[in-house]
């Protein structure tokens, strides 16, 4: 079956304590893009990637990290994270341009 | 600031009638805008979506209209049904030159039976 996967669906996490929450696609996907959702400001981009070792700032970068080293694999990680941080996180992949985007399940993520 | 304006935030409609949802940008550039659907733990899917050289769009019971002058463009929901409860979303970006969206607040639709 297609599908963008995350892991962990749900975290709770400490202030400061290192993170990574990945992101998986199988459909070969070029493009991939991390995106937060929280209450009243809908879905900001964080980073997105237009392939292997090409990756970009979205909108609301600060505090988090991307890397690609793969095509499948495009994960998130937070070095010290903080309440601020705490929200909805969604992974995407797309073919390519002019392709329709795919989104993963989502990662709810609270900080305290 | 907002890219992407999307009102309203919430919305109640009855059974059978008609849903709009309307966003509003500023960037001329943008030449791509979707409209995604959510359901409760979820995450969004693509409903329809339009380029603007076409002033509307269709898909059943689905149409978007797009006003390139006022930079405005809609989603109507026809014949609204119950199924159709969820969150919407507008979304912009600009095709050529990468894989950036901005997106709209949501709209959280409630369809009465």
């Known amino acids: 079956e297609a599908q963008v996967t995350q892991n962990p669906r749900y975290l709770i996490t400490v202030t400061g304590k290192k993170l990574t929450v990945t992101c998986s696609q199988n459909?070969?996907?070029?493009?991939m893009s991390w995106y937060r959702q929280d209450p009243g400001l809908g879905l900001r981009q964080i980073y997105y990637?237009?392939?292997?070792?090409?990756?970009d700032k979205g909108d609301v970068p600060e505090g988090y990290k991307v890397s690609r080293k793969e095509k499948r694999n495009f994960p998130l990680i937070l070095e010290s994270p903080s309440p601020n941080q705490t929200s909805l996180y969604f992974c995407?992949?797309?073919?390519?341009?002019?392709?329709?985007?795919?989104f993963g399940p989502g990662t709810r993520l609270t900080v305290t | 600031q907002q890219q992407v304006k999307q009102s309203p935030q919430s919305l109640i409609v009855q059974k059978g009638g008609i849903s709009i949802i309307n966003c509003a940008y500023e960037n001329t550039a943008f030449d791509y805008f979707p409209w995604y659907q959510q359901f409760p733990g979820k995450g969004p899917a693509l409903l329809i979506a339009i380029r603007p050289d076409v002033s509307e769009k269709k898909e059943g019971r689905f149409t978007i209209s797009f006003n390139k002058s006022a930079k405005q463009f809609s989603l109507h929901i026809m014949d609204s049904q119950p199924g159709d409860s969820a969150t919407y979303f507008c979304a912009a970006s600009i095709e050529n030159t990468g894989n950036q969206f901005y997106f709209g607040t949501g709209t959280s639709l409630t369809v009465i039976p």
């Open positions: 459909m070969n996907h070029e493009y």
């Open positions: 995407a992949s797309r073919r390519g341009l002019v392709y329709e985007q795919y």
């Open positions: 990637s237009m392939n292997v070792e090409v990756t």
